[in-house]
């Protein structure tokens, strides 16, 4: 077993928020390792297709982002951590154009950036390049990092848990000194000893059969700060994206909502609209209104799916904004300037996580969380489209600017740390097992923990995580760690706290719909749904 010589910042996680804030603790002049357990563009912050949210246009202002923001968060957002965001927004977008990011212009030699629009923004806000902008930066930024001597990236490598000194060492703080982290080609454990760690491994979403999402979103993070003694929030407000393309062969295919917002239309089967119906704001109804609409006229009629039409725009205009879209649904026959394209909700974003303040510090001193895995208070039951690229970049800045505070204080090298220990286990006998309990809880979680919830299918859930626990438990003492096992054990976790999260809310909120409690309590009984770990 190999220890690593200690660094300033051990960085989980490279998508956005991770590689946004090795640069800043870069440029700030730490020494920084990042950890990765997949190649670059394997995150979701590389598949972000729409863009990233800020008030830049001459119609617009912060508050006014500030007011879409709260209002698609269903009365549990934030109040300082949305201003706090919308303030830095168009700050963050100046940033990424330092590192080289290439926005859409808007064309005829105009000086301004093309905005995009999308549901739940009452202007064009959306900061975009085409419809593959998650791409277009992480390629920019990606570039920066393997430039930056300060930098050590350390890719295949997926974070087990993280090391607090008061449990490795007699005396030690409470306190965060680095990671366990599996090398997945050497199948060694190494141990990384930092004077602060960050987390920026991403959502939860691969914890349903039907998502946006890459492989990558199996909260670890979440499930690593947890055990570490970290309060979790709001996990019951998984967001549905209403529009994954519907078809035999294409994995988590996203329709981007820009397709919406340049004016498609949501249709049945028979080429009938149904969103007026749902809400005034039609196909820009925020997210969580519109996938129930989707949901509930799906089951009504008994359909696979429904229809996004942009047919009605030239042709022109749909390819130049939907390059890659149009490509991509070619590929599976559908021309999307001809034909209406088929689409169903899937699971896309993990509003809850980790309990973060405004410096992304988390309840354990020294250990720092940023993006998706966070719970910033910023998204409330429901994130407004394009508002988390937007998180990544705003919270990475804080994050680092709050740790030259810290280690300039004087914080400590990390004391030595013990190696792993693979005394007592041997290698796995059926690794079947591990595949076969991972397929049982992403269709358990979609059928009873899905859009619509009710108060038996969220306790048919809970009993079914109960036996997957019993059974990892005893694989893990048992076996020696592999990447599935790891995730499969950070996904019942976080599925755990999806279910316990939604019992305890007795209403119906955002995201969280329970036909037992339909009714929205009122404003001043809005409250988070936060778990509390044993330290
Ligand atoms: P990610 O980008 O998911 O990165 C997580 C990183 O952590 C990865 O590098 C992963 O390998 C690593 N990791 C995870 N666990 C471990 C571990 N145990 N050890 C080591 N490494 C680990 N948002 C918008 O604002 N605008 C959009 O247009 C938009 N479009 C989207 C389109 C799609 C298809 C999807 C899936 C999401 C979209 N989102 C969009 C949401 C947004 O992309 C994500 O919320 C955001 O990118 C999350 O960034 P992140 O850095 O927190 O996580
Ligand atoms: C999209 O392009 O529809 C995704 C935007 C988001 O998730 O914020």
């Known amino acids: 077993m190999k220890t690593d010589a200690p660094c300033d910042l051990l960085v989980i996680g490279g998508g956005l928020a991770g590689q946004a804030s090795a640069l800043h603790a870069a440029e700030a002049g730490f020494s920084v390792r990042l950890l990765i357990k997949k190649p670059f563009d394997e995150c979701s912050s590389a598949w972000a297709q729409g863009g990233i949210a800020a008030a830049v246009g001459p119609d617009d202002d912060p508050e006014l982002h500030v007011a879409d923001t709260l209002d698609a968060g269903a009365g549990l957002c934030k109040v300082e951590s949305v201003q706090f965001l919308t303030q830095q927004a168009p700050r963050a977008i100046a940033w990424l154009r330092e590192q080289q990011v290439a926005f859409t212009e808007m064309p005829d030699g105009v000086a301004a950036l093309h905005l995009t629009r999308e549901g739940g923004h009452s202007r064009r806000r959306v900061v975009h390049a085409a419809d593959a902008t998650g791409q277009v930066i992480m390629d920019a930024v990606t570039a920066q990092v393997l430039r930056h001597p300060s930098i050590t990236v350390c890719t295949d490598q997926i974070a087990i848990d993280l090391i607090r000194a008061d449990k490795v060492s007699p005396g030690g703080a409470r306190r965060c000194v680095g990671a366990y982290a599996l090398d997945?080609?050497?199948?060694?454990?190494?141990?990384?000893?930092?004077?602060?760690?960050?987390?920026?491994?991403?959502?939860?979403?691969?914890v349903y059969l039907y998502t946006t999402n890459p492989d990558t979103s199996t909260g670890d993070g979440i499930a690593m700060a947890w055990r570490a003694g970290c309060r979790v929030a709001n996990m019951e407000f998984m967001q549905f994206h209403p529009t994954c393309l519907y078809h035999p062969h294409a994995k988590s295919m996203l329709i981007s909502e820009a397709v919406r917002g340049e004016g498609g239309l949501l249709v049945l089967p028979n080429g009938k609209r149904f969103m007026d119906a749902h809400d005034s704001r039609g196909e820009l109804a925020p997210r969580d209104i519109v996938a129930r609409a989707i949901d509930f006229e799906m089951k009504r009629g008994g359909y696979d799916c429904v229809y996004l039409d942009i047919t009605h725009k030239p042709a022109k205009e749909i390819l130049e904004h939907f390059p890659n879209i149009a490509r991509r649904c070619q590929e599976f026959g559908i021309d999307i300037t001809r034909e209406p394209i088929p689409v169903v909700p899937a699971a896309h974003y993990t509003c809850g996580g980790v309990i973060t303040d405004l410096d992304a510090n988390t309840d354990l001193p020294g250990l720092y969380a940023v993006g998706e895995c966070t719970s910033t208070g910023i998204h409330g039951a429901n994130r407004l489209a394009s508002n988390s690229l937007l998180e990544c970049c705003v919270f990475a800045d804080a994050a680092i600017k709050r740790l030259k505070l810290e280690?300039?204080?004087g914080t400590p090298a990390p004391p030595p740390l013990p190696a792993w220990d693979e005394s007592r286990v041997t290698d796995a006998d059926e690794r079947i097992v591990v595949s076969h309990n991972w397929n049982e809880l992403r269709h358990f979680m979609w059928n009873y923990v899905g859009i619509v919830r009710t108060n038996k299918r969220l306790?048919?859930?809970?009993?079914?995580?109960?036996?997957?626990?019993?059974?990892?438990?005893e694989y893990y003492g048992n076996f020696r760690v592999t990447s599935d096992l790891i995730e499969l054990r950070n996904l019942t976790t976080v599925a755990e706290m999806t279910v316990r999260c939604g019992m305890s809310r007795h209403e119906s909120r955002g995201l969280h719909f329970n036909r037992d409690y339909p009714k929205t309590l009122p404003a001043d009984q809005a409250q988070d749904s936060i778990l509390v770990p044993e330290d």
């Open 184 to 206: 997945v080609k050497t199948k060694k454990v190494v141990t990384h000893a930092a004077r602060a760690v960050l987390l920026a491994t991403g959502g939860a979403s691969k």
């Open 459 to 473: 306790q048919r859930a809970l009993r079914r995580i109960e036996l997957l626990k019993g059974e990892i438990a």
């Open 407 to 409: 280690l300039s204080n």
